[in-house]
């Protein structure tokens, strides 16, 4: 198992454990953690479960392909190290990676 | 302790029972479907639930856990067989007897039944729920040699499903009664593109064919169509529409309208007490002013939350572009806005894969579809969100961007 954070937007920190092979999106929704909505289920349609990575993080994962950049370009408040956690998959490097949810998904 | 009972397991229940909970109801919540499994994401089903690389515990919208925590009792493989709004009470199928506060019915659709001889053979199929998908798969084995399948309807259940079935390595037929696919609801260069989509990796496609039978001794062998023609079949997949479920709405006595149960902006029905929401209902859609349905996740999702707020009295969600998507082969298909009653399309091509068009009445945007273009799907949202006005006559140059003052995209 690995060790997943979530941050929410007014700081509250939510510890997890999770198996490697899921995505961000099914990490949050398995532990009970508010602020994803994903409501495409994860097919990376409808840019509701924005999330931003850690900085040290952000380069230690798959890259956002063309249709998740592009997914991005009109969500609100992205940074440069701004997902859709649907298309981010936690692998057993990733221990300890921190993730930060928006204050709003829509 | 007041209680509200919600009949139904699909994404308006699971979404209105989260919802009320949130909203600080603070009763007792029952969610009661009849299927057998928790409330799941339907459109992977058809695509890659069936193609075997979405296995079922990430199909759930929320996992058993979430349902303890947020204090949601759920009856699975439970029917609700009558209600009677006077004494607020509703009969589940073992005879057991419960009374209600409020009653949340999301009842849903199901599969439109085909109407020919031969529609009872074994390995007849429709696409609605899990156990389908289920039965399919089962049917169809694994590793062994492929078969033929024939999809009866052009709709996006059809086209999707025929899409897993080719990747599965299938022989794939089409059979759409009328003169082209996603007719009546897909404009045509849309569907066009889909056609040479599914063309191109051997899904056979015949329009303006009428089923007129199916034959076989148990098992279906055959699909034959009106002018004689017939076709071989393994398995038959039927896909041509569902029929709202308002059964228990009747026993009711809820006003219906065109067979689906009137709602008002707040979600309430005829009767006291009684709400409903998804794609059993029909009543004003917030966005677009227009009466209608619309049968997709997020509009059963937004209805649930308005539901919810309602019942809560808290203010109403805010209100929503509707949108639609659709994964057919490698082809992401994403739709904002409703394009009925348009006047103009303009297109806006970035090469023969990606392209957008845009569907405008008196020189205003309503509606976008998207072929393989994120970019312009969200631009158009947003366009539709806040009402932005944009040069309708720079529109079809890619090398400008959609809304001024933002990068163009590349291709």
């Not at chain 2, 599914?198 to 148990?218: P, R």
């Not at chain 2, 405008?360 to 158009?380: L, M, R």
């Not at chain 2, 947003?382 to 720079?394: A, M, P, Q, R, V």
Request: charged letters at 20%; glycine letters at 8%; aromatic letters at 6%.
């Amino acid at each position: 198992m690995l060790k997943i954070t979530f941050i929410q937007h007014d700081g509250e920190t939510i510890e997890t454990e999770v198996e490697p092979g899921m995505s961000i999106m099914q990490a949050a929704i398995e532990n009970l953690v508010e602020g994803i909505e994903g409501e495409c289920g994860g097919s990376g349609s409808c840019a509701t479960c924005h999330c931003y990575l850690s900085e040290q993080w952000s380069d230690k994962v798959t890259q956002p392909d063309n249709n998740e950049s592009q997914m991005l370009e009109m969500v609100n408040d992205t940074t440069a190290f701004s997902r859709l956690s649907c298309q981010v998959k936690i692998t057993k490097e990733h221990n300890g990676l921190s993730v930060t949810l928006p204050e709003s998904q829509y | 302790m007041k209680r509200c009972i919600i009949v139904g397991g699909g994404h308006a229940g699971a979404e209105a029972a989260f919802e009320l909970r949130k909203k600080g109801w603070q009763g007792e919540i029952v969610l009661i479907s009849a299927e057998s499994y928790l409330p799941y994401h339907r459109p992977p089903i058809s695509k890659t639930y069936l193609t075997g690389e979405t296995p079922l515990k990430r199909l759930y919208i929320k996992p058993a856990a979430a349902y303890e925590k947020a204090n949601i009792c759920i009856k699975l493989t439970t029917k609700v067989v009558d209600i009677k709004p006077l004494e607020h009470t509703v009969t589940l199928d073992s005879g057991e007897l419960l009374t209600y506060d409020k009653l949340i019915l999301c009842t849903g659709c199901s599969s439109r039944k085909l109407t020919v001889p031969g529609a009872e053979l074994d390995n007849v199929f429709s696409i609605r729920t899990l156990d389908d998908i289920e039965h399919i798969a089962r049917t169809l084995g694994s590793n062994q040699p492929p078969k033929h399948i024939v999809m009866i309807g052009g709709g996006y259940i059809g086209l999707e499903t025929a899409a897993s079935f080719k990747k599965l390595g299938h022989h794939v037929t089409i059979l759409e009664r009328s003169s082209r696919i996603l007719n009546r609801i897909a404009a045509e260069p849309i569907a066009a593109h889909i056609t040479k989509l599914h063309q191109a990796q051997g899904v056979n496609i015949f329009t303006d064919k009428s089923v007129t039978a199916l034959t076989g001794e148990h098992a279906v062998q055959a699909v034959y169509c009106s002018e004689g023609e017939s076709f071989k079949a393994d398995i038959v997949v039927i896909g041509v529409g569902a029929e709202p479920n308002t059964c228990l709405a009747n026993y009711a006595g809820l006003q219906t309208k065109q067979g689906r149960i009137e709602v008002n902006q707040q979600g309430k029905t005829s009767v006291p007490d009684i709400y409903a929401a998804g794609d059993c209902t029909i009543g004003i859609e917030p966005f677009s002013g227009q009466n209608t349905t619309l049968e997709s996740v997020p509009s059963a999702v937004q209805q649930a939350k308005m539901v919810a707020a309602t019942i809560c009295e808290v203010p109403q969600p805010q209100i929503q572009v509707p949108w639609f998507w659709s994964d057919i082969f490698d082809c992401k298909l994403q739709i904002a806005g409703l394009y009925q009653g348009y006047d103009t399309v303009i297109e806006r091509v970035y090469n023969c894969d990606s392209k957008s068009y845009w569907y405008v009445k008196s020189h205003k945007i309503i509606a976008v579809t998207c072929i393989n273009c994120p970019s312009d799907f969200q631009a158009g949202k947003k366009i539709l969100k806040e009402n932005i006005t944009i040069s309708l006559s720079e529109l079809k140059n890619v090398v400008n961007p959609i809304i001024p003052n933002t990068s163009p995209v590349p291709a």
